[in-house]
């Protein structure tokens, strides 16, 4: 497709990313590919007919007020810069992404109302319609119930629908970036068939993301803190007989021949290594997938 774009635009077209050029429209394909055509180039039609095909990536100039913080974290994920921006205390974290049905008007109140529901967020704006939160200290099992009436609130004070997904808990590591792409390439697509849904976790996400893009759904999708997790036979048998038993901890701890306390100290054990609360139905869905395409590729 891109090559027959190349030869139809010619020298206005360019997979030279610069987030900077704004004489071009840029866009995404779903593996990631990024291309800009000039706007004097295309047609009012051809232009709509792109935004349907590809994913719009009109990145916008950071603002001069941002700090420096900010500035960092958007060059890390979007630029390529290698210096890491978060500091050496700073663990794990989380990232939301969010999209928005129109502009806000009042967005500096926005950003207050956002701060006002994390305990310390960086918030980057990607367009005017779509922009992320990075939670740099993040709760272990997020409540999403919280994040659902703090859309609420949005909606009804801004006049505004907005659309979240709620990111894996991640380690803060050099791979970090690596693990972003794939997930922000995720919740791009899901939200092309999921946008009904006012609230999203990547739990929920990926049997979504299995029917509509397979192609996406590998390995390096999942949190290495959830790889990681798993790894020891020991959790990895207790989990799986814990799906096995539909989530019952009594008679998993019967067919494992452990106390019902012991089993108890390995979930807790398990929810606060990944984030991930096993115990309730949507992430114990997820946890037996991912077990499954884990299997899957190392038989590959």
């Known amino acids: 497709m891109l090559e027959k774009l190349e030869n139809l635009f010619q020298t206005a077209f360019t ?3 610069n987030a900077q050029d704004n004489n071009r429209y840029w866009f995404q394909t779903e593996d990631g590919r990024k291309f800009g055509i000039s706007k004097t180039a295309l047609s009012n039609s051809e232009h709509n007919l792109l935004k349907t095909l590809f994913l719009p990536v009109e990145h916008l100039t950071i603002e001069q007020n941002n700090s420096n913080i900010q500035q960092k974290w958007y060059d890390f994920l979007f630029n390529d810069a ?21 502009p806000i008007d ?26 992320m939160i990075i939670d740099e200290k993040p709760q272990v099992v997020f409540d999403q119930e919280s994040f659902n009436q703090l859309s609420d609130t949005f909606t009804s004070d801004f006049f ?15 791979l970090l970036k690596e693990k972003f792409d ?20 990547f739990y929920e996400a990926l049997p979504l993301l299995m029917i509509h893009s397979p192609s996406f759904v590998k390995k390096d999708i999942l949190s290495d803190l959830f790889v990681e997790s798993i790894e020891g036979q020991e959790m990895l048998h207790t989990i799986q007989v814990f799906l096995q038993c539909n989530l ?48 899957s590729e190392n038989y590959q």
């Open 248 to 295: 019952n901890a009594s008679l998993t701890a019967k067919k494992l021949y452990i106390h019902r306390n012991s089993l108890q100290y390995r979930l807790d054990k398990f929810i606060e290594n990944t984030g991930i609360d096993i115990r309730s139905f949507a992430n114990a869905t997820f946890v037996s997938l991912a077990m499954i395409l884990l299997k």
């Open 15 to 17: 997979t030279t990313y």
């Open 160 to 174: 505004v629908e907005i659309y979240s997904y709620i990111g894996q808990l991640h380690q803060a590591n050099y």
């Open 106 to 131: 009042d967005f500096n109140n926005f950003k207050e109302a956002i701060t006002g529901g994390f305990q310390q967020p960086i918030i980057l704006m990607i367009n005017d319609t779509q922009g």
């Open 82 to 102: 290698k210096e890491v921006p978060f500091l050496q205390d700073v663990k794990t974290l989380r990232f939301f992404y969010f999209y928005l049905k129109q």
């Open 182 to 201: 794939h997930e922000f390439k995720c919740f791009n697509t899901i939200h092309r068939y999921a946008n009904r849904e006012k609230t999203i976790t």
